[in-house]
């Protein structure tokens, strides 16, 4: 008769703590009302945090002691740099961390793109912060996924930085104006008021990045443009940093276009979703297209989100995952 044993493992519990050396530093790492604690305990129900003066107490399973004190060690040294917590942030660290990806946590809280009217912009996901590594390195860069993954927001928050630095001389962002259920021709207006909606959003989130005052003087001097992608027809773009937004609603011809602008000292990024092509039936998208013909060519990168990389409202990432259950049901 085989006899069965069962071993019972009992987690190791710890103490562990957290001290600041000021309170200013103890208020930014924790946030308003000590946000931050709230947030961990939440997340941590098995284990006890305490607070007094200038000290975090930690006492729980080794686990999860260990990761609310690398959260809080993250947080701390956000402080450092005269940032204050907030909800987004901690809940950021924290699910990196609890997804056993602490030097990417870490790289995150240190990848500080701009700063502008005390707030900053910097990569909230892995593959966010994968993303803005690959700019860095690539001089062309393909940013592919659904709304609101910020791959079009960070991709302007770098060639910000790259002005400021003076790496490059001008910034070019441009869209493609395809008629998504309204003719062009229709519209009330002239040719530029027409054209404008298609590129607000791109002045959107320049008016995020550059004192909104500034921005007509930077456009009136060429240093920023902000134009259709016909206009690009013909031009070598030297010493700039170009930005092509919505490219799944490009041609083929289009595409190639655009990327043989490409001159010395510039950098092209490249973003669009795959899944939202607004062109007529049966044209091809150019960005599907390019992204099978350029596949491993050096020098040249392709970056993926998911629903998971989504900064904009939760539910908006449980509508992407929605909506490729769908697809995937109709492709069987």
Do not use: C, W
Not at 258 to 279: C, E, H, P, Y
């Amino acid at each position: 008769m085989r006899h069965l044993i069962t071993e019972t493992v009992t987690p190791t519990f710890v103490e562990r703590e957290v001290h600041f050396a000021d309170a200013e530093t103890m208020f930014r790492t924790l946030g308003v009302q000590d946000m931050a604690l709230r947030i961990l305990a939440g997340l941590y129900p098995e284990a006890s945090i305490g607070l007094r003066e200038k000290l975090v107490t930690v006492s729980g399973a080794a686990e999860d002691a260990n990761q609310i004190v690398e959260i809080l060690t993250q947080l701390k040294t956000l402080a450092a740099s005269g940032t204050t917590a907030t909800e987004d942030v901690v809940a950021q660290i924290a699910t990196m961390v609890r997804a056993q990806d602490a030097p990417t946590s870490a790289r995150m809280v240190a990848t500080n793109i701009l700063s502008h009217r005390g707030r900053s912009i910097r990569p909230k996901t892995a593959n966010q912060q994968a993303y803005v590594d690959t700019i860095d390195e690539s001089t062309v860069i393909f940013g592919i996924g659904p709304a609101g993954t910020g791959k079009t927001y960070l991709a302007m928050a770098k060639a910000v930085q790259a002005l400021q630095a003076k790496e490059i001389n001008r910034i070019i962002l441009t869209r493609p104006a395809v008629e998504a259920g309204e003719k062009l021709g229709y519209l009330p207006g002239s040719l530029h008021e027409k054209i404008d909606p298609y590129l607000r959003p791109l002045y959107d989130a320049l008016h995020d990045m550059i004192e909104p005052e500034s921005i007509p003087q930077l456009m009136a001097a060429g240093t920023i443009e902000v134009a259709p992608l016909a206009y690009m027809r013909g031009r070598t773009l030297n010493d700039s940093f170009i930005i092509l937004d919505e490219a799944q609603n490009t041609t083929a011809e289009q595409m190639k276009m655009f990327l043989t602008r490409l001159g010395f000292n510039s950098k092209i990024v490249v973003t669009g979703d795959i899944t939202q092509v607004d062109l007529p039936r049966g044209t091809d998208s150019g960005l599907r297209t390019v992204l099978e013909i350029l596949e491993g060519v050096e020098d040249i990168s392709i970056s993926r989100f998911g629903s998971e990389d989504v900064v904009r409202h939760e539910l908006v990432g449980r509508i992407v995952d929605a909506y490729e259950r769908h697809q995937s049901r109709k492709r069987r």
